[in-house]
Structure formats: C-alpha cells, structure tokens
C-alpha cells in the first residue's frame, strides 16, 4: 500500500509499505477513503514531539470502508466508518468512565516507559502519533489496521458523505470538548485563541452551548473571516492589544471563559513567543505558549480555562499566580472522542452542525507532503486539507 512517512523536520513521503493485517481478535482492517491533515500532525512536521522514528506513518484524522475484520470484531465487511483518533479498549477503569483517551491498555507494555517519565503516568495508544503513545502506523495511507474495533469506529449511515462525518475522528470532538470544559452558561463571553480547526469548531460549538458572544483571536484573515462567519467577534493579534480588547469587549471583567486552541507552537512576535521559539530551535524546551498565558491573564476571575491545544512537554513563564490568586479552573487533556461521537453524528444528520465549511483544499493522498508544506506555511489559504487515496493527481 502506499501511505505518508516521517523522515525528520519537514521531511514527509509518501512511499510503499506492506499491508496491515489482522494481529488481535478485536481488529479490523480499514480501507482508507479520507483522510485529513491536523494542526497537531504539524507538531510532528516541525520535529517538537519526541518519539518518531524514520519511517513511521502518519496520520490520525481518517474514515474508511471495513474491508477485514477479527472474529471479536462487532465491525462487518462493507460498512462505512469514522475511527477516533483515540485507541481506546473500552475495558479498563478510565474506559469504564468515558475517560477513553486515558486508556491505560491501548498503548503496549513495551512503549509505556517512553512516556510515563514524561508525565508521570503512561499515555494512551494514538495513532500516527509518536511511539509515546504506542508507534500505532497512521491513517495518511490507502489501509490501516484499527484496534479494539469493537469500541471505537463509529458506523456511518447512508446519506452522510465522507467530508460531512471525516471531523468525528478528531478536530470535531475536540472543539465540543473544549467548548464543555469551558462549562459555558447561557449568556456567557467566551474566548478562543486560534481560529485553525480546533478553534472555530469550538466556536460553533460555544454557540451551541448557549454563548452570548465569542470572541475569535487569530493573525490570518481568512480564518479570522471563517470565525465571524460563524457569528464570532474577532481580534487580529498583530493590530490590537489583546489583553485591552478583551476588557473592552467584555465589559471590563473578562472573558468568562478561555479557550486555547493554539498549543505548543504559539507564533508571532510577543517577547515570550520569540524566547520560546528559540528555545525550540535549539532543543532545550519544548512548549511555545504564549497564548495560553494570555488567556490565563485576559479570563475574568473565578472564569473558566480549557485547552484542547497540544502540549507535549516543560514550559517556562506559566502564570501560575494569577491561576491561583483568580480562582481558575483549568481543564484539558486529549479528547474523548467516543463520548461524544453519537450525539455529533446526530447533530450532523439533523443539519445542525457543519463540518465542511472549513476545507480548502481536497489532494490525491500522493500529494501528502505538498499539503503538509502549504498546511504549514500557508496557513491563511490552506484552511483544511483532506487527502483522498486512489484520487487522480493532477
């Protein structure tokens, strides 16, 4: 088959591996019809997350046809299905209470070490996602193997094409998440730095959790044009002072809650960003987080700070009084995706939420690193990018 592989910073190709096949009772093999590229696939890209090694594949945003299946597999041959970018087996204490991206048996014995120093527990099992968390090959390929397909692959109904359910996988969840960690109240002022993916799903969602206003914060203006087409006001980070802004515009209390969809690789030209950033090109740290730190200082006391961006290590400058002496709740954590993928598919199908208005550009699998390059440095035009395996290249 041919699929997407990591070969160092800003070195992604696309070239022939052998097909998967059936290893566990519980998996299915899926034949891959879409797939996406994700902000967090960039942190891979731009070499900031340990783990990857030369060759693997990539990918955990996908959606397929069942085309094998183990015999404790509830998936049959033909069906349509999302799979969440969480592998989760639905069995141990975190699964049993909806915790599914905590799985604490998804990611094998033999890798939990890598990450368990790391962060003091073991991670889950992801895939396309370092051997932090298990070295699972990714769904930027033509099959993948999907474990525990008895817990996490959702079935598509007739009706639905590809680009209306692809965002189930990962970006979609992740935005309502985010947007129910905020604990929005009906009314609220609700701030969201990033209007990449994440970040305007979890401004659809907000407003569909009862959000007064929604302040959208971002530098591109086509994403910032996305956001207000949404309903959201918007602040373009390189013109206003963010921080006064947002007391203008939330009364002069503060956002009631924040939501940082940016993550590890805040850009721009702020003293922090710019220490940060060179701290990454140089090796000794990890994490860019500008925009979490300005969303911690802009929130009104007593508000509410929910980060679905990716983090993946240390942090300097963390404002850790002003968490404290505010009286902040901050939550986050990779998403759940399997708890919430019912409820989504339905508000799909009912026309409630759209999840294609987002997509810029559709490319032949083939032109997978032509769509990483312009994902990451065009990010003004190149919105969304689903790659399409037996498409035609041009």
Not at 64 to 76: D, I
Request: glycine share 12%; hydrophobic share 40%; proline share 5%.
């Amino acid at each position: 088959m041919r699929a997407l592989t990591w070969h160092g910073k800003h070195d992604v190709r696309v070239e022939t591996h052998p097909d998967p096949e059936i290893v566990n009772p519980r998996d299915a093999i899926i034949e891959v019809t879409a797939t996406a590229i994700c902000g967090s696939d960039l942190h891979l890209y731009d070499g900031v997350i340990p783990g990857l090694m030369s060759g693997d594949i990539l990918g955990h945003e996908f959606m397929g046809r069942v085309v094998e299946t183990g015999p404790k597999s509830t998936l049959t041959k033909g069906q349509r299905v999302v799979v969440p970018f969480t592998i989760s087996c639905g069995k141990c204490f975190f699964c049993e209470h909806q915790l599914f991206s905590a799985c604490d048996n998804s990611n094998p014995a033999e890798k939990q070490d890598l990450s368990e120093p790391l962060y003091g527990h073991a991670v889950s099992g992801l895939f396309g996602y370092s051997h932090l968390t298990g070295g699972y090959p990714g769904g930027q390929a033509e099959y993948v193997r999907v474990p525990y397909s008895d817990v996490g692959p959702i079935v598509i109904p007739d009706g639905l094409d590809d680009e209306q359910v692809l965002f189930l996988s990962d970006i979609l969840p992740t935005g309502w998440m985010a947007a129910e960690n905020a604990e929005i109240q009906e009314g609220d002022t609700v701030a969201v730095w990033g209007c990449g993916p994440v970040g305007l799903f979890a401004i659809q969602s907000a407003f569909l959790m009862g959000a007064g206003k929604v302040i959208a914060i971002d530098e591109y203006p086509k994403r910032l044009a996305l956001a207000r087409k949404l309903g959201a006001e918007v602040i373009d980070f390189r013109r206003t002072r963010v921080l006064e802004a947002l007391m203008e515009m939330s009364g002069g209390l503060g956002p009631d809650a924040v939501i940082d969809a940016v993550g590890m690789e805040a850009h721009g030209f702020m003293p922090d960003t710019l220490m940060d950033n060179m701290k990454q090109r140089i090796g000794i740290g990890a994490d860019s987080a500008h925009a979490l730190r300005e969303a911690i200082m802009a929130v009104r006391k007593g508000g509410r700070v929910s980060v679905p961006g990716v983090y993946g290590g240390f942090l300097d400058k963390f404002p850790l009084g002003a968490l404290m002496e505010k009286g902040l709740t901050l939550k986050t954590g990779q998403t759940h995706v399997q708890r919430y993928t019912e409820e989504l598919l339905r508000r799909i199908g009912d026309g409630e939420i759209d999840t294609t208005f987002l997509i810029s550009h559709r490319l032949p699998l083939e032109e997978a690193a032509r769509g990483y390059e312009n994902f990451r440095y065009n990010q003004n035009e190149w919105t969304k990018v689903v790659l399409k395996p037996g498409m035609a290249v041009a």
